[in-house]
């Protein structure tokens, strides 16, 4: 039966904890969602735009009333819960409704801080923290026109610059000596008060409230220090406070938030908390790129498969305040024990900041010119040297026209912080999905979802790969001549329709060449097998004539056969049999390979079966597109140097994916330490050892296209380097195009992309779930052939290779 999860607040950060709850487990819970307003859940992010007046609540609904329908979630709006009665697990309603639990959320969020002084409760006094403010502002500036905003903080300039762009006169108040002390260095902030006085704003610095006045409403502020204003409209933007008040009352641990651990768990079993209303480590996050963080973390916690725990977030902010852009990140702040790196250009505006402590980069400001953001954040979170820092970075802005920052952006470089989204990932979507605008871009991959703030960057992606001078990205690529479809196109064909065959495919969608050809043939057979593993019968005509006869064909026409020898470690018994079976049958070569195997060069066509019943050894898959060895070092049973066991685990991985057949050939290697001597970084699978653990490279080549490896990640056990390699075998047999090497589709799809795929434990599982499927289903097809008489007599002894295949 479904277990009973309870989600108390209806904003982003539990929702969006919600939809990774359904992405892990769609039928493990029955959900329900009390949430305090009359609304779906909608993006609190973008209020400003709809204090501005130019957007509805429609346009910033982030989950439509149809959505909590379709994904069977009960949602009662405008409800709120008063109870919780932790004995029991349920929860009552200000409505008198009782639900019970086995699993609870708070996620609450947070209450608008307004001051206690006196006047603060007259009517044209407001908070800006839901869309009923927004509401009540437009009413007010259609009747008044001298607005104060207190707080001069990012919530409080948003509401300022929304209240100018309703026509009335703005007043500022901070109590600070300069604006968004949170998020900017007194220099940047200065020049943003430049910019917002040009737009209009009146900014009033160290000024603290004394009371607001006024005869039946607000009609003004006056400080501590005798002074006042005029106001017919107050903002209270001076803050927020974590609401805790229903967790306080039912008994769980509260500090300044509910206190969490860093898988979001409260004091008391099956109560957790997300989002504002969180306390972890001490720490209360207000940004969303953090919450997000932490839904995931939650999400795989209450599914029960916990993963990588919650240990705090590098704050960043990239924002556009009152439409300037501003950039912060780390320790942003001169210190002790601080340098910083600067550009000051007063006269264009720009301001940019580079804080390192003991030679490593911790923090940033960028003011005007925040194209570089992203990258110094990661920076920043890797802990790089100062080394690393590019002195371009501090270069005079030379952007050549619109589009040009897009252009210059890596596939690597994150477009949406606040969704992790990169610009490989939104160049990759639009290619393969055929997207035109923003919209269809945010719907498919998160970007611009959040806070808006990247939605230009993403429009001059699209213009970028879809403008007049077209790019490999919008240039579709069909499989062959024979046919107008791509191969996305035909492998949504073959699930929908449940094609069997290649003949079935061939015919079914309309192939110009009813026999296709020697490009399209294989590739069908390729995809047939990995989309129906174990269902699929290989089809012999349609394999390149190495695959065909499971060996490879040489210059004189003779084949090589090479055995399997795990790890590139063999024993006594094996070499006294390879050499047994040389003489019997007069092998005019042996030779050691580079992948650590011994080759028996020369052999005839009709000797093949008889050779590999004589060796009794597995096939190497030497002529596959496949996994063909995996080279090791002696590691530290024997080093000196060796770190780690690299041949053991060098023989598990060969024995765990040998005969999975791939896009195209896959080398693997272990090295026991970064002297490397295994060559590591320029396999398909790189292995490395290090005091701790192992690193696990990808997309070498060390063919005629040389390229070092890319680091994908750093793990501690043996078993995280077979799941980590399992998936991405997998999600390279799922997504590659047939003979592209893991090579060319790393640097097509991207490594950000494929890391956004295989740290999503949900993707992985399931990732490694079709592999298994796929492992399950391979034989050994030298036995195979050894002991069926008909495959011989067939592929043997009476036909010959029908026409001259292209072996690669």
Known sequence: MKRKLVLIGNGMAGVRCIEEILKLDREAFEITIFGSEPHPNYNRILLSKVLQGDTRLDDITLNSWEWYERNGIRLFAGETVTEVDIKRRLVRTDRGRVVEYDELIFATGSNPFILPVPGADLPGVTAFRDIQDCERMIEYAKTYKKAAVIGGGLLGLEAARGLLHLGMDVDVIHIFDYLMERQLDPTASKL??????????????????????????????????????????????????????????????????????????????????????????????????????????????????????????????????????????????????????KLYD?????????????????????????????????????????????????????????????????????????????????????????????????????????????????????????????????????????????REEVLEAIEQRRLMTVKEVMSVLGWKNEEGCSKCRPALNYYLG????????????????????????????????????????????????????????????????????????????????????????????????????????????????????????????????????????????????????????????????????????????????????????TVKTEDEVIEMTGAFLQYYRESAHYLERTSKWVERVGLEHIREVLFDVETRRALLERLHKALSATKDPWREIVENERLQQMLFRDIGDKEPVPVE
């Open 346 to 486: 007063e006269a264009r505006s720009v301001y940019k900041k580079v804080v390192v402590r003991q030679g490593k980069i911790v923090g940033a400001v960028l003011f005007g010119d925040t194209s570089e953001g992203r990258k110094l954040f990661d920076m920043i979170q890797r802990g790089d040297s100062v080394e690393a820092l590019s002195l371009s970075l501090f270069a005079p802005t030379a952007l050549g026209g619109k589009g040009s920052l897009a252009a210059a952006m890596a596939d690597t470089d994150v477009v949406c912080g606040c969704n992790g989204v990169t610009k490989g990932a939104i160049c990759q979507a639009i290619a393969e999905h055929g997207l035109k605008t923003v919209a269809e871009v945010r719907d498919y991959t998160n970007a611009s979802r959040s806070c808006g703030g990247c939605k230009g960057l993403v429009a001059e992606l699209l213009e970028h790969m879809l403008g007049e001078e077209a790019n490999r990205y919008t240039v579709k690529e069909t499989i062959c001549g024979c046919t107008d479809l791509s």
């Open 192 to 341: 943003l008060q430049r910019e917002l006085e040009k737009q209009g704003m009146n900014v009033l610095l160290r000024k603290e409230t004394a009371e607001l006045f006024g005869n039946g409403r607000v009609e003004g502020v006056r400080f501590k220090d005798g002074t006042s204003i005029a106001a017919d409209l107050v903002v209270m933007a001076v803050g927020i406070r974590p609401n805790v008040d229903l967790a306080r009352r039912s008994g769980i641990e509260v500090n300044r938030g509910i206190v969490v651990n860093d898988y979001l768990e409260t004091s008391v079993p099956h109560i957790y908390a997300v989002g504002e209303c969180a306390e972890h480590r001490g720490v209360v996050y207000g940004l969303v790129a953090p919450l997000y963080e932490q839904g995931k973390v939650l999400a795989e916690a209450i599914c029960g498969r916990k993963g990588k725990p919650y240990e705090g977030s590098v704050v960043a902010t990239q924002l556009k305040v009152s439409g300037v852009d501003v950039f912060s990140a780390g320790e942003f702040m001169d210190g002790e024990g601080t340098e910083s790196i």
């Open 530 to 713: 990995m989309l129906y593993p174990g269902e699929y019968d290989e089809e012999a005509e349609s394999l390149f004539v190495n695959e065909r006869l499971h060996a490879n064909i040489q210059a004189d026409g003779t084949y090589s056969v090479v055995p399997r020898i795990y790890g590139g470690v063999t024993t006594a018994e094996q070499l006294r049999n390879i050499a047994d079976v040389a003489e019997k049958y007069n092998v005019p070569m042996i030779k050691i390979t580079g992948g650590q195997r011994i080759d028996l060069l020369g052999v005839k066509k009709e000797d093949l079966p008889r050779i590999w019943a004589d060796l009794g050894m597995p096939s190497g898959y030497a002529y596959a597109k496949a996994l063909r060895t995996v080279k090791t070092c002696v590691g530290k049973q024997f080093c000196r140097f060796g770190t780690q066991d690299s041949t053991g685990l060098g023989i598990r991985m060969e024995q765990t994916f040998e005969r999975l057949k791939t896009p195209h050939k896959v080398k693997m290697a272990v090295s026991a330490c970064p002297r490397n001597c295994a060559e590591s970084g320029i396999k398909d699978v790189g292995i490395v050892g290090v005091e701790g653990g192992w690193e696990i490279y990808v997309g070498g080549n060390g063919g005629t296209h040389l390229r070092a490896a890319d680091l994908l990640c």
